[in-house]
């Protein structure tokens, strides 16, 4: 891993703590009345589910038609937003432990994706006009840095 341990990217103690919080807000959503609505399939759109099994309060189901495993019910819209607002994990992940790792993974996980990323797109968008590339859940845009960094090379 370029050098890096595992450690250096999830600190046990950093993880083991944001873990922790992390199931502490689950919980608490999944308590709170007129959080969770019940959902078709995110996979398939599939009304048919069997109960999977429960985490964290939340009871996950297999779709009967595609097989995708998927909570349901699951946190509403406005509930998610309340919860990378205001919940103790999100804060953690931000304020504590993405900083405290950032250059470690920026390193050993963004650089290389980044520069392989590039390659395929050399390799098959040959002849293809400039573009955009959009990273969904981008988180603090550390991959998008080595992309253009890398892409700018070529």
């Given at each position: 891993?370029?050098?890096?341990?595992?450690?250096e990217?999830?600190?046990?103690?950093?993880?083991d703590?944001?873990?922790?919080?992390?199931?502490e807000?689950?919980?608490r959503m999944?308590?709170?009345p007129?959080?969770l609505?019940e959902?078709?399939c995110?996979?398939?759109g599939?009304h048919?589910?069997?109960?999977a099994?429960?985490?964290n309060?939340?009871?996950l189901?297999?779709c009967?038609?595609?097989?995708?495993?998927?909570?349901?019910?699951?946190p509403?819209?406005?509930?998610?937003?309340?919860?990378y607002?205001?919940?103790?994990s999100?804060?953690?992940?931000?304020?504590v432990?993405?900083?405290?790792?950032?250059?470690?993974?920026?390193?050993?996980?963004?650089?290389?994706r980044?520069a392989?990323?590039?390659?395929?797109?050399?390799?098959?968008?040959?002849?293809?006009?400039?573009?955009?590339?959009?990273?969904?859940g981008?988180?603090?845009?550390?991959?998008?840095?080595?992309?253009?960094?890398?892409?700018?090379?070529?």
């Amino acid at each position: 891993m370029n050098g890096f341990s595992e450690n250096e990217i999830r600190p046990t103690a950093l993880l083991d703590e944001y873990l922790r919080l992390s199931a502490e807000d689950a919980r608490r959503m999944a308590e709170t009345p007129g959080t969770l609505a019940e959902r078709r399939c995110p996979g398939c759109g599939g009304h048919e589910q069997r109960p999977a099994f429960e985490k964290n309060g939340f009871s996950l189901a297999h779709c009967g038609d595609c097989g995708t495993l998927y909570v349901s019910p699951a946190p509403t819209p406005e509930a998610l937003v309340d919860f990378y607002r205001d919940s103790a994990s999100a804060s953690y992940w931000a304020s504590v432990f993405s900083p405290a790792v950032a250059e470690a993974r920026r390193t050993v996980i963004f650089a290389p994706r980044a520069a392989r990323v590039a390659s395929l797109i050399d390799t098959y968008a040959t002849g293809a006009p400039g573009g955009e590339l959009f990273d969904v859940g981008a988180g603090a845009g550390l991959f998008l840095e080595e992309f253009k960094a890398v892409s700018s090379e070529t």
